[in-house]
T-cell receptor, first 115, second 114 residues
Framework: NAGVIQTPRHKVTGKGQEATLWCEPI?????VFWYRQTIVQGLEFLTY????????DSGMPKERFSAQMPNQSHSTLKIQSTQPQDSAVYLC?????????????FGPGTRLTVL | GDSVTQTEGQVALSEEDFLTIHCNYS??????LFWYVQYPGEGPQFLFR???DKEKGSSRGFEATYNKETTSFHLQKASVQESDSAVYYC?????????????WGLGTSLVVNP
């Protein structure tokens, strides 16, 4: 069991460029979550998929952020026209069934730096 | 909306000291409560959870008891080790409909000196 895999581990973009972050959940897990972590705001929920269907994207900044899960083995988080305030560690997690009491397994995160 | 408050931003202890990290929550309904631990360069790791009043969760010598009356889930360990140095997060499971996102506290950085 390789755990949740996130690539790249580090990404540096210029202001206004696009960034795509990848997540491979643990095989057999049906729920995938995206969180953002910063020193100031801490851990913030972004979006959640269950069985590849988007369930809740209430934490996503509406204009430039989008997430997809085209198949059960990977999810992507895309940020268009990146801004310095998007700099953060983006964490992906998966859980077996996405239930309210389910343990979430986290990847190591992608550190995004927007210059 | 639901929220989690961790009182201590940083705690510094010596090995074998007793640890308490305070966690209080505000939520409608009856949320599940969690503790996660995060080491540098890694994502958070699940420690344990509790889902009903008076239930005790525990793992690796850490424990916490769900207290609905005081809306608390304080983390304790009787004797800390240097290897326990990490950031500890209290979280609650959002019970709105079928949603299971986690609402996080700001974290408590624990430094244990040898």
């Amino acid at each position: 069991n390789a755990g949740v895999i996130q690539t790249p581990r580090h990404k540096v973009t210029g202001k206004g460029q696009e960034a795509t972050l990848w997540c491979e959940p643990i095989s057999g897990h049906s729920a995938v979550f995206w969180y953002r972590q910063t020193i100031v705001q801490g851990l913030e929920f972004l979006t959640y998929f269950r069985n590849q269907a988007p369930i809740d994207d209430s934490g996503m900044p509406k204009e430039r952020f989008s997430a997809q899960m085209p198949n059960q083995s990977h999810s992507t988080l895309k940020i268009q026209s990146t801004q310095p305030q998007d700099s953060a560690v983006y964490l992906c997690a998966s859980s077996l069934d996405g239930g309210n009491y389910a343990e979430q397994f986290f990847g190591p995160g992608t550190r995004l730096t927007v210059l | 909306g639901d929220s989690v408050t961790q009182t201590e931003g940083q705690v510094a202890l010596s090995e074998e000291d007793f640890l308490t990290i305070h966690c209080n929550y505000s939520a409608s309904g009856y949320p599940a409560l969690f503790w996660y631990v995060q080491y540098p360069g890694e994502g958070p790791q699940f420690l344990f959870r509790a889902s009903r009043d008076k239930e005790k969760g525990s793992s690796r010598g850490f424990e916490a008891t769900y207290n609905k009356e005081t809306t608390s889930f304080h983390l304790q360990k009787a004797s800390v080790q240097e290897s326990d140095s990490a950031v500890y997060y209290c979280a609650l499971g959002d019970l709105v409909g079928d949603n299971s996102k986690l609402i996080w506290g700001l974290g408590t950085s624990l430094v244990v000196n040898p």
